[in-house]
């Protein structure tokens, strides 16, 4: 009974990281979404799901504990602000139009969506691990360029940059990924009359080489995949908070707090 009591301790310390204290308050959080969906049924629980009610509690959360919501482009502005939290999206799925985007209004928030040009019937998953190409990704609604166009003249939305096809950028030459990343930022520049100062590496995935390119062409910010609070000195590689799908409240609060995802 003892050892059992301890085994349930032990997983319930590696998951929580309850010991580690919470981070500054004057780092600003970067939170991390894809989709503002429910789970599929019968299927495995996705960590890029979150659902409708959950998100709403999230944004409740932060707007009642007095976070301020700000973009990506503001982030330099806040640096020494308490509790400055961003809210992104990755990739464009259409729920980030039908779900969050009235959520974000009702909360009088705001987020930026890194968005995938060619992003209609592309499986992008299989070109991080080729055996992934189940077609899942490539049938899930993406957002229409008209409802971007909505979300980002609403003023509640702005662009970022996440490439045209999200490649998986080892394999590609360093012209190819020229064209991907600075190519992709002038697209979305001119096709949605905006401007676009930040990137988000694809796959979170990325080298020296691909850091140089991005502080050569004019973003003034790019996010990464790791996990942790913002820190100007790596403005270029800046970590953000998972809200993932498979966490219940409390695990959001305590990585909102912490930085930290737990050990297992
Ligand atoms: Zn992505």
């Not at 009235?102 to 592309?122: S, W």
């Amino acid at each position: 009974m003892l050892a059992l009591l301890a085994i349930i301790f032990l997983l319930f310390s590696l998951k929580f990281a309850w010991w580690l204290p919470s981070q500054s308050l004057s780092k600003t959080r970067i939170m991390m979404y894809h989709m503002i969906a429910h789970q599929i049924p019968n299927k495995k629980r996705s960590g890029l799901r979150v659902s409708p009610a959950m998100f709403e509690k999230q944004l409740k959360w932060f707007s009642d504990n007095n976070w301020s919501f700000i973009k990506m482009s503001e982030l330099l502005e806040h640096e020494t602000q308490e509790k400055v939290v961003a809210i992104t999206f990755d990739d464009g799925y259409e729920d980030n139009y039908s779900e969050a985007f009235p959520l974000l209004k009702k909360y009088n928030a705001c987020a930026t969506l890194y968005l995938v040009i060619d992003r209609h019937q592309n499986d992008w998953s299989a070109k991080k691990k080729p055996k992934h190409n189940k077609g899942d990704l490539a049938k899930k609604s993406k957002l229409s360029d008209e409802q971007v166009e909505e979300m980002v003249t609403s003023g509640i939305f702005e662009l970022g940059g996440h490439t045209y096809s999200h490649p998986f950028l080892p394999n590609l030459s360093t012209e190819d990924k020229e064209h991907e990343m600075i190519g992709s930022k002038s697209f979305l520049e001119s096709k949605f009359n905006t401007n676009i100062s930040s990137f988000a590496y694809p796959f979170g995935i990325y080298g020296s080489a691909d850091v140089d390119i991005i502080k050569a062409s004019n973003f003034i910010s790019a996010v990464t995949t790791k996990e942790g609070v913002a820190s100007s000195d790596s403005i270029y590689e800046l970590k953000r908070i998972k809200a993932s799908g498979k966490d219940n409240f409390l695990t959001f609060k305590l990585r909102v707090l912490k930085g930290f995802r737990g050990f297992i």
